[in-house]
C-alpha cells in the first residue's frame, strides 16, 4: 500500500517496503528505497550545493541515505494524484519557467516552477525495464505540457529543473521493457499525462502562455487604440472598464480559445521551418506570401463583432506599429490573432458607447 504523508514543506511518498528506483534526484540514479520526498524549498534556503541540501533534508526528515528528494519552488500541498489499481502517479506541478529545445533565456532561480512526477507500478521490472519506464514517464510529460501550452521560444517540453522517479518491484523475472506500446507503460504514461494535466490553470497566465501578452498588455494594446480615436466626453478610464467586460465574456468562449490556440500552434510549427513551403527565414520576417495569418485574424475578428470587428482589426493592424503595440513584437499569427481579438473588443466598446449617446443615457 503506497502512502502520501504531507507536511509544511513536503510530501513523502511511502511505498511501505524496499523498491528499485530509478530516478534523476539521486546521485546514484538507480536506487533501492522505500520513499521519495519531494520538498518544497524557500527563498532563504541556500540552494549553491544542492546535494549537501538534500542530505539535511533527509536528516530533518529522517529519510535513509537512498532516499531521493526532489526539490521545487511550487506549493507542495497542491500535488496532483492519479491511480489505477496499484499503478500511480503523484506530481507537484510548477510552471513558471518552461523549457524548449533550443531556448534561449537562463534559468531564474526560485519562481514557482519544477514539474516533479514519482511514478509506481506493481510488476517486477529489471533495472533496463525501470530505465525505460523513466523514459516513458519523460515522454508522458513532455505530450502534457505540451498541451498545457506553456509559453517558451518552440514547444515546451517541461521546466528548467524537473525530476522524476520511477519505482517498481524487482525480480529476476522482471520485464526487460516498460514503454508506451506496453501494459505496464501504456497505463503509466496515461497517469502521469492525467497527472499533469489535471493542474488548475489561471485564465489570465493561459491567456499569456498562448498569446505571449496577458491581460495587462491587451489592455495597454485597448488604452492606445482608444487614444487614437477616443469618443468625445468618454474618458480611456470609462472605455478601458468596459473593455475589459467585453474580454471577459469573450474569453469564456471557447471558439475565441480556438482561434488563438490555432495561432500559437501555427507560430510553433512556423518557428521551427515545418509549414510547408515557407521557411524559417521567410517566418521569422513574416513574409508577404503568407495570407494565412490574416485569414485567421479576418474570420476572428468577424466573429466578434462581424464587419465592425473586421473594419476595426484592420485599423488596429495598420497602427500598431506606429503606436508601438505589444501585438507588433508577436510571431506571425499571434500578432494578427491579437489585434484582431483586442480591436474586435474594442469595436463592441465603441457600439455600447455610440449607443448609449444616442440614446441620451448619461452613464453606461
Known amino acids: 500500500m503506497v502512502r502520501l504523508v504531507v507536511s509544511e514543506r513536503a510530501l513523502i511518498v511511502d511505498f511501505g517496503s524496499q523498491r528499485r528506483m530509478a530516478t534523476t534526484a539521486h546521485l546514484k540514479g538507480i536506487v533501492s528505497s522505500s520513499k521519495v520526498a519531494i520538498y518544497q524549498v524557500s527563498e532563504a534556503d541556500d540552494l549553491s550545493s544542492p546535494e549537501r541540501f538534500k542530505s539535511a533534508v533527509r536528516s530533518e526528515l529522517g529519510l535513509g541515505p537512498e532516499d531521493p528528494v526532489m526539490l521545487t519552488a511550487a506549493d507542495i500541498r497542491r500535488h496532483a494524484i492519479a491511480q489505477e489499481g496499484e499503478y500511480g502517479v503523484v506530481a507537484t506541478v510548477g510552471v513558471r519557467e518552461a523549457a524548449c529545445p533550443g531556448m534561449s533565456h537562463p534559468y531564474t532561480p526560485m519562481r514557482p516552477s519544477t514539474i516533479n512526477v514519482v511514478a509506481w507500478v506493481p510488476?517486477?521490472?529489471?533495472?533496463?525495464?525501470?530505465?525505460?519506464?523513466?523514459?516513458?514517464?519523460?515522454?508522458?510529460?513532455?505530450?502534457?505540457?505540451?498541451?498545457?501550452?506553456?509559453?517558451?521560444?518552440?514547444?515546451?517540453?517541461?521546466?528548467?529543473?524537473d525530476a522524476i522517479t520511477v519505482a517498481s518491484n524487482q525480480g529476476e523475472d522482471g520485464y526487460l521493457w516498460a514503454g508506451l506500446a506496453t501494459t505496464i507503460g501504456g497505463k503509466v504514461a496515461a497517469l502521469t499525462y492525467k497527472a499533469i494535466t489535471s493542474v488548475a490553470r489561471d485564465e489570465k497566465e493561459l491567456l499569456a502562455w498562448v498569446l505571449g501578452a496577458g491581460i495587462k498588455e491587451l489592455k495597454e494594446d485597448a488604452v492606445r487604440l482608444y487614444r487614437a480615436a477616443p469618443v468625445p466626453g468618454i474618458t480611456d478610464d470609462t472605455a478601458i472598464r468596459l473593455f475589459e467586460s467585453e474580454l471577459e465574456e469573450l474569453l469564456s468562449d471557447p471558439n475565441v480559445w480556438a482561434f488563438l490556440i490555432a495561432a500559437r500552434e501555427l507560430d510553433i510549427i512556423g518557428s521551427s521551418g515545418l509549414i510547408p513551403g515557407l521557411t524559417r527565414a521567410e517566418f521569422e520576417a513574416d513574409s508577404k506570401r503568407v495570407i494565412a495569418d490574416e485569414l485567421l485574424a479576418t474570420a476572428l475578428s468577424i466573429y466578434i463583432n462581424g464587419f465592425k470587428g473586421l473594419t476595426a482589426t484592420y485599423w488596429a493592424d495598420s497602427m500598431k506599429e506606429r503606436l508601438g503595440l505589444n501585438a507588433s513584437r508577436l510571431p506571425m499569427f499571434e500578432d494578427d490573432a491579437t489585434a484582431a481579438l483586442v480591436a474586435s473588443a474594442l469595436s463592441r466598446v465603441y457600439d455600447r458607447l455610440l449607443r448609449a449617446k444616442r440614446d441620451g443615457r448619461g452613464s453606461i
Do not use: F, P
Open 123 to 161: 510488476d517486477n521490472l529489471t533495472d533496463q525495464g525501470l530505465i525505460d519506464l523513466l523514459r516513458t514517464v519523460a515522454e508522458a510529460k513532455a505530450a502534457a505540457v505540451a498541451d498545457l501550452m506553456l509559453r517558451c521560444s518552440g514547444r515546451a517540453t517541461g521546466t528548467v529543473s
